[in-house]
């Protein structure tokens, strides 16, 4: 497998793109993406698990019930979330669904809907008909960067990437976008991501395989990335590249790939998070599951004591540790141990058997000053493991979050 | 009953305090107090349950099951949460609670012992021992105030109060200190309260009523004020009005007085938030259960979304919705209303039946600017109702929290 790092999510044969502004963002800049295939794609998605979801979750969920085997077209607008509508969100989620399917020529429930923005404000689906009539003119695969451009909100940089997997068979291709903004809690903020293959795969392999690369990707950055009234991940399959995805280990070389571009894409999100000045991994051992280990480290990542000690510089481990023992997770303290590290360096041990270190704290000191470094916990308990990654908590994350809506 | 406000922990009969510098803090402040009674008190505690329970947590656990009937002293140091410091570490708690027996001449399992600091630091035990030996000839009902300062970390200003209970056999007294510095997330920081009484009372019925009160006080402010490494709330009844606290008519009205007490205490701990500039109650209610209520109370009160948009005086109220879908507890999104209100002033109509009312922005803004107000959440489910107190997140407690330590 092969990371491109300029591949879009029109990298992969037979997808075109188009970005536009429809006058949804106040900024004027674009807001509103299609990504398009002329031929039917298998299609997944994973979804907000909020109570709250938004018009177009609730849209998506009934559009993919009905034809994952022939998905067409993903519309994607920003500064509008259509969550907490009701009815009236509902209908213009369908509207702009049906909008699409005029403008790019297929049937309503073979297109998308994706929103991200405020809450409790509903689409203009005037300015969302215009938009989507520009765009469904505008499609081809030069705009694939164009489309990651259109869909971010107070993301600093457009998130996309694109993988070559070489099978047995031949060589497919993935290609992936993402917006996360308020990602220090993503729960709450929408993430969204995209992600396109000319491989030939089923929706069922489709759903497995997105399902499992979630879970150790998009789910691992800071807190629930399941829980907003937005956050969706789809992926779209054409098989443009003739190569067919079906047995065993070609489905799990393929499950690789996707996991690395959901990998890719998540850190990205997390180095740009709001305000974000440090970017920090951290790996949970000695757990007695997998479960109880990302458990453990959703609780570290999301401690505002511990990640205000992060943006400070400051070693105050002794948060880290106060952190993992209020996660619910069963453990021995007298069993704790801890290390941090330069991103590469040498892991420095700062607690064993639950009591301090001996230590150099300069050194200690000097690792906490860096813009990325690896946290080691290690509960002593099992064999369950994970890594969680997060970044700091500043000043500048509060104004950001003070000052949108109004 | 009646609240005191400038009541303390020697309001009630028979108490004496002293408070002490014994050069644990840096700054070189009152950083040592004992309570003292000459005559053995019935005492409970509530402590908190997180895994890393600090060494004073443990030993007064276990002086606790064996002398809740007879205990006379708690001594209580600030600077140094003595928590994580393995064998060591509860070495030096148990020798405080033998210096201080020592100091006010009673038996160790007499002595309780309070820590609250920087966590992976040990008590000097030689700078405990000297103020302990100073505190023990300091001891006087004057002192109240003093101790109260004592306790103090980032604490801006001292919390304590009493109040008379008038049962039908006459008045009994109770006063109560806290302190809790990093209140938006009591769970991390350390939250320490002593109550005192001169009613007569059973260790196991203080024990009942003290739990009680602290689910509805301590319990509800921010986050789980259950999971620091030294939280920790005691009371102790030394009986000196020679009222006893026996039937249950006379119970439940003692209980009212300690619930108002821990009430008054938890709300000046959230109003002392480190950084905090607005205070928040919020109400949830139409929940299937008063847990339940509690449930979505906390998760709203502990986003960082909700508590910046506080911060920035911004009615983006879809982020307090959308916390509420991610709380975990069942509800109906198509039931949800929301409403907003000055502290003593008319409820406005934000959203019913899940999607916006035609509103007046203008006044909505006008109320989130305030110092403070009352949010109201209804689920619209059942008749589960429950209130929480909390702050918003500012600018300074990112800078108090990354600047702690070192």
Known sequence: MKLVEDGTITTPSGFSAAAVSCGLKSSGGLDLAIVHSPTDCSAAGVFTRNKVAAAPVIVDKDTLAGSSDRIRAVVINAGVANACTG????????????????????????????STGVIGVLLNIEKMAEGIAVAGMQLSPENGLAAARA???????PKHLAARIELASGWVTLGGMAKGSGMIH????????????????????????????VDRSFHRISIDG????????????????????????ALEMFAEGVEAVCGELARKIVRDGEGASKF???????ARSEAEAVTVGRVIATSPLVKTAFAGGDPNWGRIVAAAGRSGVEFDPDRLALWVAAETGREIPVVRGGAPMEMDVSELSAIFKLPSFRVHLDLGEGRGEATVWTCDLTREYVSINADYHT
């Open 87 to 114: 009815p009236r969100g509902l209908a213009a989620a369908r509207a702009s669904q049906t909008l699409t399917a005029k403008a790019v020529d297929c049937l309503s429930d073979q297109v998308l809907v994706l």
């Open 151 to 157: 869909i971010m909100t107070t993301d600093t940089q």
């Open 186 to 213: 993503p729960d709450m903020a929408t993430m969204l991501a995209v992600l396109t293959t000319d491989a030939a795969v089923s929706p069922q392999d489709l759903d497995y395989v997105l399902r499992r690369s």
């Open 226 to 249: 399941d829980t907003s009234t937005n956050d969706t991940v789809l992926i779209l399959a054409n098989g443009a590249s003739g190569i067919r995805v079906d047995e065993r280990g």
């Open 280 to 286: 920090i991994t951290l790996v949970v051992s000695g």
